[in-house]
């Protein structure tokens, strides 16, 4: 029974322990790391995102005092999810830029929309639109809640994730969701 008892009592340290070095990191490091994600990001918010976000991952570990450099361990953590963060925002990117069609493309495959408005292409922009709003219907809410203040009211990914009470790459995710649900949609 003893053996429980010391079990339980080095288990109840641990987090004490934890808290302790996790307070003496942050407080010595976050203004650092924010601006060394915010150099990465060129983003101050989604520098202070991404630095909580460090701090977090190195909350749920069991034993801080095991880490051979806490500081080093907090950068690393912090630099894989910057990288993840704008690995991400270049597939969105590169995802927005093949879904939009440039001018002489537009020229190039149809002409004039205005010379073009023929019943049949009415009718098919009509079939059209309908199938957007119910895909749009169906998102998740959250997913459906940025494509449209995004869309709808054009506010920045910063401002939906401020309105949202999410982060920026959150909202980066579920517009990039909202943008491929519809273009699966158009393409049945």
Avoid: W
């Avoid at 950068?75 to 001018?103: C, F, M, V, W």
């Avoid at 004039?112 to 709003?133: C, F, G, H, M, W």
């Amino acid at each position: 029974m003893s053996n429980n008892n010391n079990g339980d009592s080095s288990e109840n340290k641990c987090p004490e322990k934890n808290k302790s070095i996790l307070e003496q990191l942050f407080n010595e490091h976050a203004p650092g790391l924010v601006r060394f994600l915010a150099r990465k990001t060129r983003n101050q918010e989604d520098a202070e995102d991404i630095a909580q976000g460090a701090f977090l991952r190195i909350q749920k570990l069991e034993n801080l005092d095991q880490l051979d450099n806490p500081r080093a361990y907090l950068y690393q953590t912090a630099s894989n999810l910057a990288i993840d963060q704008l690995r991400r925002a270049k597939l969105h990117r590169g995802y927005l830029q093949s879904e939009t069609p440039t001018a002489p493309e537009i020229e190039e495959s149809s002409g004039n929309y205005v010379d073009q408005a023929t019943p049949e292409r009415l009718l098919s922009a009509k079939e059209e639109l309908v199938q957007i709003e119910e895909t749009i219907s169906d998102l998740p809410f959250k997913a459906r809640q940025a494509f449209l203040l995004h869309r709808t009211k054009g506010l920045a990914y910063s401002d939906i994730a401020k309105e949202m009470g999410v982060s920026v790459s959150s909202v980066e995710k579920y517009i990039l969701l909202a943008l491929r649900q519809c273009h699966q949609a158009l393409k049945h």
